[in-house]
């Protein structure tokens, strides 16, 4: 069982919300502390003594009252979101960082083509020789013709299959 588990179990057997901080609580005449009840009850849920410095008391209560069990179970859906979609992006990276690897030297080498000499072709483009293949280029696309596949490799991954 995990923390967030652990603290979801707790969160959903505690008295529902909303907490807020009531007063002060006294004692045979004298003020101990401020308490946190739920709701518009007057059942209190905690007392929280003056032991330390000035305040310190009522930013405690109010902290405990903020902690309900509604907001603790909201911050535990919003981890769990976050470490989804954190899983899903190194999901992504990982495919990303696979076709770089089974493709890299080739992009590598089809970048330097670009930029090494080729020759013109008739209709104002460009051709280039890469690996025994000329790929030709029109004027307006200087990119070279690449069917090594990476480009559908990059393109599904980026697609991010169970993203909205």
């Known amino acids: 069982m995990s923390d ?3 603290l979801e179990a707790r969160a959903e057997k505690a008295t529902p919300g909303p907490y807020s901080v009531e007063g002060r609580l006294t004692v045979i005449g004298e003020p ?3 308490f946190v009840v ?3 009850d007057s059942a209190a849920v905690a ?3 003056d ?3 000035p305040g310190e008391a ?3 209560a109010a902290y405990i009252a903020a902690c309900d069990p509604q907001a603790i179970l909201a911050l535990i859906a919003r981890v769990r979101e976050a470490e989804a979609r954190v899983e899903r992006s190194e999901a992504r990276e990982g495919v990303l960082r696979e076709a770089l690897a089974d493709y890299g ?3 590598r080498e089809c970048a330097r083509a670009y930029f090494e000499a080729g020759e013109p072709t008739p209709d104002g483009g460009y051709r280039q020789l890469i690996r025994g293949v000329w790929y030709e280029t029109k004027p307006v696309d200087r990119t070279p013709k690449c069917d090594c596949g990476l480009g559908a490799a990059l393109a599904s991954a980026e ?3 169970g993203d909205a």
Do not use: C, R, S
Request: without cysteine; aromatic residues 0%.
């Open 58 to 60: 009522e930013a405690n």
């Open 159 to 161: 697609k991010g299959e």
């Open 4 to 6: 967030l588990d652990a």
């Open 51 to 53: 032991d330390g410095a």
């Open 32 to 34: 101990v502390g401020p």
């Open 38 to 40: 739920i709701g518009g």
């Open 47 to 49: 007392e929280v003594h």
């Open 105 to 107: 030297e080739h992009t």
